[in-house]
């Protein structure tokens, strides 16, 4: 099985809650920390033809490796934990949850270089992503919901900075049956950056 196939979305998102976070597991979520070092490094030089070959060698070599052990979905760590460090995950900037309670959450944030859109801002895309994740994380609260973004809003009101400490702060604003209607606010200091609004369906059995 790929990621292309699926299985029932409620039965996949149980089976990933029992994660047992291991010294095997910490020792992966380093590595997935050498990766976000490498990208913020690989965005921000032109490195020499010598460098080049060399590095696209090692990489081409470290990719071997990984395929040759790459597993069906429902039985990787990739997109698992969820603890304060948040899950294990490249798609955004790590996500450190200070506070999680079952209609908020305070997080925080800092996101490198390689999330840079354009003259020092972040990319307007990962602002929103960060949204996706932050919000997604509420609406399953504390008793993990499994639920998936109907839509998301996101409205810039200033450039949201790289490598400074981003504050993000969810609610959840209604609860509509099966729909929960959250909001999120991105700070970087007094400065509101980015807002969003969403509504996150809580999924049935059967759907994926
Ligand atoms: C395994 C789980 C992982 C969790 C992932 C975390 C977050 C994600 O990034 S998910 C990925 C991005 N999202 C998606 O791919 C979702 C794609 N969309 C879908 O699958 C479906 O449209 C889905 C599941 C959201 C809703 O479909 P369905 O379950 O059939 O709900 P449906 O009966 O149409 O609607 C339920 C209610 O929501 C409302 N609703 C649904 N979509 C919307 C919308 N876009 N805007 C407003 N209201 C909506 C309906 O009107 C209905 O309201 P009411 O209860 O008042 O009648």
Redesign the pocket.
């Known amino acids: 099985m790929t990621s292309v196939d699926f299985v029932d979305?409620i039965a996949?998102?149980k089976h990933r809650q029992n994660f047992e976070e291991t010294e095997h597991t910490r020792a992966y979520r380093e590595m997935l920390a050498a990766v976000r070092g490498f990208q913020n490094a690989v965005v921000q030089a032109n490195p020499s033809p010598e460098q080049l070959e060399q590095m696209t060698t090692s990489l081409q070599q470290m990719q071997a490796m990984l395929e040759a052990q790459a597993l069906p979905e429902v039985e990787r760590w990739y997109g698992r934990g969820g603890g304060r460090d948040g899950k294990l995950q490249l798609v955004t900037p790590q996500l450190i949850f200070e506070e999680v309670e079952d209609d908020r959450i305070h997080a925080h944030t800092t996101a490198g270089e390689f999330y840079i859109g354009m003259n020092g801002a972040m990319h307007g895309g990962i602002v929103a992503t960060i949204f996706?994740a932050l919000l997604?994380r509420m609406a399953a609260g504390t008793q993990g919901r499994?639920?998936?973004?109907?839509?998301l809003t996101t409205e810039y009101k200033a450039i949201t900075p790289l490598n400074q400490r981003l504050d993000l702060v969810a609610k959840v604003e209604s609860v509509?049956?099966?729909?929960r209607f959250v909001t999120g606010q991105l700070w970087h200091g007094d400065t509101l950056c980015a807002t969003a609004d969403a509504?996150?369906?809580e999924?049935?059995p059967g759907?994926?």
Do not use: N, P
């Open positions: 979305a996949l998102a996706d997604g499994v639920c998936r973004t109907a839509y509509e049956r099966r729909k509504l996150f369906i999924m049935l759907q994926q």
